[in-house]
């Protein structure tokens, strides 16, 4: 089993609504979790970071839960703008590593 | 626009070439990354440098060789690749590791690669 796992997707969002995926992990992997976002053909920038339970930071809600061991992306009134792979990761402080998801994709349409 | 910048943005080199990729960082970060992506995959992390000394080598073939001349700038030398090494070389950098935001990497816009 991998340390990070998502769904690949895509998901097929229609504008203004509302999209949620999650990120599933292994018992070892990670203490604290990251999302990214990477557009086509461009390099992955970070969306938000999750530390304890959960984060919210303008549409984008994020939520940890240790004791099922998976992270939740929400993403509300969905934009065009918005469609891209959603990385999910796991930092390991035994290593200082990074562990990404194989990257949900996400498509809004009009 | 980034604050990693990466040079060059495309190479295309044959299996007898050798070339160098280049990466640099003015924001004071101490710890240097490369990242391999292939088309619908994830990053897959090749080395990471920290304070200028090799950290972290995934068990990177040696055609690949990174180097670190100071705090700003990370190379990583190709020499004799085969045509499945073809992807986007990604640097980043973050400010420390396992301190600060240990999660928060700063990504250049990549080095696309062929190897024909």
């Known amino acids: 089993r991998k340390e990070v796992e998502q769904d690949p997707g895509p998901f097929n969002v229609p504008e203004g609504a509302t999209v949620a995926f999650n990120c599933t992990y292994s018992?070892?992997?990670?203490?604290?979790f990251f999302w990214y976002r990477q557009d086509c053909r461009k390099e992955p920038k970070l969306l938000m970071s999750?530390?304890?339970s959960g984060n919210e930071d303008g549409r984008f809600t994020a939520q940890l839960n240790r004791a099922s061991q998976y992270i939740s992306l929400l993403i509300r009134d969905s934009k065009l703008s918005d469609s891209a792979t959603y990385l999910c990761?796991?930092?390991?402080?035994?290593?200082?590593?990074?562990?990404f998801g194989g990257g949900t994709r996400v498509l809004v349409k009009p | 626009d980034t604050e990693v910048t990466q040079t060059p943005k495309h190479l295309v080199m044959g299996m007898t070439n050798k070339k160098s990729l280049k990466c640099e960082q003015h924001?004071?970060?101490?710890?240097m990354y490369w990242y391999k992506q292939k088309a619908k995959k994830p990053p897959e992390l090749m080395f990471v440098?920290?304070?200028?000394?090799?950290?972290i080598n995934e068990s990177v073939p040696s055609r690949f060789s990174p180097e670190c001349p100071n705090s700003s700038l990370l190379n990583l030398h190709l020499h004799a690749l085969q045509p499945e090494d073809s992807a986007l070389y990604l640097c980043?950098?973050?400010?420390?590791?396992?301190?600060?935001?240990?999660?928060?990497?700063?990504f250049g816009e990549g080095s696309r690669l062929t190897v024909l």
């Open positions: 980043a950098s973050s400010q420390d590791l396992g301190t600060g935001n240990p999660g928060e990497l700063f």
């Open positions: 018992n070892s992997a990670s203490q604290s």
């Open positions: 999750v530390y304890s």
């Open positions: 990761v796991g930092f390991k402080a035994a290593g200082n590593k990074l562990t």
């Open positions: 924001m004071g970060h101490r710890a």
């Open positions: 440098y920290s304070y200028e000394k090799l950290s």
